[in-house]
């Protein structure tokens, strides 16, 4: 190595490459292969940007690839274009800084392609040819051009410019040979010309051939080639041009180079000054294509580092072109080293050797992916898309590279922690995908959600990072950073609860437009959501919004990475509310028991308190329904919580009555909590009624919460879920309220088919529309329950409370209106909730008078109440009550003894069925033997026996309420 930059640029090579997983196989050493061949067949199967190519020139030179038989040094000289490093390898660098000694000298060099406008022909408007040339358009000779301005070269400059049909061009009187050779050339003497596209050309004019010169202002000139001749080739065709610039730059273009076989022919390509030149084989190029020339000045051939200022002199060449970077070019010729501005972690010369990357942006390839993390984890940092890209996941382990970051895992490595488990499927099991932590299990992650970014107060400019690095409690940690610059954005993370973790800030850079300069305002946050709990300590106000009127100049850190916070993850409630999720410390317990039932029976399974939730009832006299007891809840005590205070919180506390030890009755509740006496440790019992209506559908819930000294909210726990009562009487007319007298005179108006249209009061004789004594069992049943009880079914228009009960109706006709979808009842009615729903089911008298047998009768029964059972599922509890059939007297007209005993199997077959659904209860209201009124139809009943009746299903509906749920 001649130098200690280049034994560093190797040792860097090495580093890299060691790392980098996608880049074509390099040949092996001595291969017949050129470098370029080889760079070629890599790029084809790797598909790359120009700077990609670098890092694949280097691996190919360390393997041993080869260029015109000689390996090059450094390996990462010219590696952004095949062309400039052609230039560069056709002579020797003897300081090993990516310029050779002929460049230096010279003071102009090949920087590679040129794209956008520069690389668009220029069109001879204003030009003139250039005349003078032989009769025969001679291919010796040249002929002057004055230059609007004077052009600098080889410390002179010149203001006539001497063109040669062959395409060079001279600042004097020019050399007109048409036998192209390597250049510096001996055999030329001390000529100075540029060879454009150096070959045996001819002019034929009569065939379109031109070579005209145009000047489109005060310092540019254009000299074009224009469908030229190749001597000696058939067919063959070339347009190429050169433009000069005050400045010293050149842009060459090329339009077409055929050799009228689809081939580009032979040339050279390159300049020469004296003794010293460049070249390279200008049958290598593919139009239409354009080259940039850069003018170079007080640079040395023996110092890898002319201006002294720690940057070889060919990577600053490579910064040089103009545009290329969004701060400033980099001179060789100027001490003008930036270092790490960027704050990427990558000095200027790292930046290069990993793909040209821009000193003076964090963030290269604008991936949202600092240039310093994408080449620790072997991403490439030039690449923007694809498994490189912020999306990308080049390790196919399910992590996008920003979820890899964000895991502080490896984009390369499937499972970093080599533990046999992907880093997804540990990130998903909530253990450490980095290293050996875990938790129990996932319940044991709380949600957060962290914000950061810039609110863009006064420009939105910025993008930030934020880290959480454990204390206790959990080995897993995180860096959030933003994908946008100028917003607020946000990331859900589950934290170990019980874990603690201190936060920290970083600024991350500012938008390119900004030329780094910063204007650090920024918004950052850690919040719990659905239901988890934390504790935050932000002594010194790291946290929050904060709007500066600070800006701070490109290198300077905007912000003060020593400042931190710390989060303490206390609880959380699981997404269905049932169960709580918090530090052990802190865990409480509820017991439940619906009304109904007493304390001296089990408990309802704490599974069920949410959903589908505890019954409450209204208060009832022991005379109308035994011991109905109220609803109750245990709340048991915490173990070893001092300070803490505990409450029990209503959704709404207007619908409910309560009672505590110690109170002498129930109470209202004044407000949405009320705290619980005693002992932190003792358990409480809380006894609740329903306070007035509770519409079908209403709940409450109930959690338990726990405060600390200052009052805030440690943890809510032991959700319950207080569910009301609601009827559903479905059946025919005997739930209806049918009332028809001895002689056959109807005492209602009938309801038949298709039973959508409610009787209106007018049709009812005697104003009797409101009586209870004309609505069935169903009126007495309300009142009985109170207006606090709900009944859902067909609006009956003030006719007794809402229900389903269908003059004339069957088995079958029940069973078809459930699955009729024109008609909303039943269904509406049985699909009310969350509730816990009283289905009154009555029916089966009318399908007697089709003779049907009572196996026949039943099985079409059971269909009707399975498909009402399925309807509820999810809709809350059930409590069927099925009605046996009542008893027909023999002076009835359709009364046979065969009917009768048909009707008292199939009530036998009602007490007989069992139903084993979720969440439902099933009684028998056994009404079989309810005697007839002397002056009913023997069929249905007049005031006493509905009443009689509704003794019995009352005495049902409390009954069933005291079974095990």
């Known amino acids: 190595m001649s130098s200690v930059k280049d034994q560093w640029a190797w040792a860097s090579w090495r580093a890299y490459l060691a790392r980098t997983g996608d880049v074509a196989v390099a040949p092996r050493a001595g291969s017949a292969c050129t470098w370029w061949a080889a760079v070629a067949d890599g790029l084809n199967k790797h598909p790359m940007n120009l700077h990609s190519a670098m890092l694949v020139a280097g691996l190919l030179l360390l393997a041993g690839g080869r260029l015109d038989a000689e390996t090059l040094s450094p390996p990462w000289a010219r590696a952004w274009h095949y062309y400039s490093r052609q230039a560069y390898a056709s002579r020797p660098d003897q300081d090993g800084d990516g310029l050779n000694d002929d460049e230096e000298r010279l003071g102009l060099a090949l920087w590679g392609l040129t794209t956008g406008a520069d690389a668009t022909w220029r069109e001879p408007v204003g030009a003139l040819d250039i005349q003078g040339w032989g009769p025969s358009g001679g291919d010796e000779g040249v002929q002057p051009v004055a230059l609007p301005f004077a052009y600098p070269w080889g410390g002179s400059s010149g203001t006539t410019l001497w063109v040669s049909v062959n395409g060079t061009l001279s600042f004097e009187a020019g050399q007109d040979s048409s036998e192209p050779v390597p250049l510096p050339a001996a055999s030329l003497g001390t000529q100075s010309f540029l060879a454009v596209w150096w070959q045996s050309l001819v002019l034929d004019a009569g065939a379109g051939g031109r070579i005209w010169v145009s000047h489109p202002d005060d310092e540019t000139t254009v000299v074009c080639w224009d469908n030229l001749k190749v001597s000696n080739a058939v067919n063959a065709s070339v347009s190429f041009q050169a433009e000069l610039r005050a400045t010293g730059e050149q842009i060459w273009r090329y339009r077409q180079l055929d050799d009228g076989n689809g081939a580009v022919p032979a040339a050279v390509v390159g300049l020469q000054w004296g003794q010293d030149g460049w070249w390279f084989q200008g049958n290598g190029l593919a139009p239409p294509v354009a080259l940039r020339l850069t003018p170079l000045a ?197 934290l170990a609860i019980g874990g603690h973790y201190t936060v920290t800030l970083d600024h991350l850079g500012s938008l390119p437009a900004s030329q780094g300069v910063a204007d650090p305002d920024y918004e950052a946050r850690i919040e719990g959501v659905n239901g988890t709990v934390l504790s935050v300590s932000d002594p010194k106000n790291l946290l929050g919004s904060h709007l500066s009127s600070k800006v701070f100049s490109p290198g300077v850190a905007p ?111 004044a407000g949405s909590e009320i705290a619980l006496p005693g002992a932190s440790g003792a358990a409480v019992d809380m006894e609740i009624l329903v306070r007035g209506a509770w519409p079908a559908g209403t709940s409450v819930t109930v959690d338990y919460v726990l405060r600390g000294t200052s009052g805030n909210v440690v943890a809510v726990q032991n959700r319950v879920r207080l569910i009301g009562l609601a009827v559903a009487a479905i059946g025919d007319s005997m739930t209806y309220g049918f009332r028809r007298r001895r002689d056959g005179t109807e005492e209602t108006p009938r309801w038949g088919s298709p039973w959508l249209n409610y009787p209106a009061p007018q049709d009812w004789r005697n104003g009797n529309w409101a009586d209870p004594a004309f609505q069935g069992y169903r009126g007495y049943l309300r009142s009985d329950l109170t207006s606090a009880i709900p009944w859902v079914g067909h609006p009956a228009n003030g006719h007794g409370p809402d229900h389903c009960g269908y003059p004339g109706a069957r088995t079958g006709n029940i069973i078809d209106a459930l699955g009729e979808p024109s008609r909303p009842y039943p269904v509406r009615a049985v699909t009310a909730g969350p509730v816990e729903l009283v289905v009154l089911y009555f029916i089966g008298i009318n399908d007697l008078s089709s003779d049907r047998g009572a196996s026949a009768i039943f099985s079409y029964w059971k269909e009707g109440l399975d498909k009402l059972l399925a309807l509820r599922a999810g809709h809350g509890r059930t409590l069927v009550v099925a009605l046996t059939l009542t008893r027909i007297r023999s002076d009835y007209a359709n009364y046979s003894s065969s009917r009768d005993r048909q009707l008292r199997a199939f009530n036998n077959l009602l007490r007989a069925h069992t139903v084993n659904n979720p969440h439902t209860r099933y009684i028998v209201a056994d009404i079989e033997n309810v005697p007839h009124d002397s002056d009913d139809d023997g069929l249905h009943y007049m005031a006493t026996g509905y009443q009689h009746i509704e003794q019995i299903v009352r005495q049902a509906v409390f009954q069933g309420l005291r079974l095990a749920p």
């Open 298 to 494: 007080g640079l040395s051939a023996e110092n890898p580092d002319s201006d002294h200022d720690g940057v070889p002199d060919g990577i600053e060449f490579y910064y040089l072109k103009a545009g290329l970077l969004p701060g400033r070019p980099l001179d060789p010729a100027l001490s003008d080293n930036p270092g790490d501005q960027d704050r990427d972690g990558l000095d200027v010369t790292q930046e290069y050797i990993h793909g040209g990357l821009n000193p003076f942006f964090w963030d290269s390839d604008g991936d949202m992916l600092s240039d310093g993390y994408e080449t620790s984890v072997q991403l490439m940092p030039n690449i923007g898309t694809g498994i490189h890209g912020r999306d990308g996941d080049p390790d196919g382990d399910g992590l996008s590279n920003y979820l890899e970051r964000f895991h502080r895992t490896r984009p390369r490595l499937a499972d970093t922690d080599a533990d046999g488990r992907t880093d997804s499927a540990e990130v998903n099991a909530g253990a450490d995908p980095a290293g050996s932590g875990t938790v129990p299990s996932t319940k044991w992650l709380a949600p957060l959600v962290l914000t950061l970014g810039d609110p863009g107060g006064d420009g939105a400019t910025e993008a930030y990072e934020m880290r959480l690095d454990p204390i206790s409690g959990d080995s897993r940690g995180f860096t959030f950073q933003n994908s946008l610059y100028g917003a607020k954005q946000t990331k859900g993370v589950n």
């Open 559 to 669: 912000l003060d990475t020593s400042r931190t916070a710390t989060v303490w993850v206390q609880s959380r409630v699981l997404a269905d509310g049932t169960t709580p999720v918090i530090d052990r410390a802190l865990v409480t317990s509820v017991d439940a028991w619906a009304a109904g039932r007493g304390t001296g029976v089990a408990a309802l399974p704490r599974a069920q308190l949410a959903n589908p939730g505890v019954l409450v009832l209204p208060a009832y006299t022991a005379a109308l329904a035994g011991t109905v007891l109220p609803a109750k809840l245990r709340f048991h005590g915490v173990a070893n919580a001092p300070g803490l205070t505990r409450h029990a919180r209503f959704s709404a506390p207007a619908r409910l009555f309560y009672k505590l030890p110690g109170m002498s009755g129930f109470a209202a509740l």
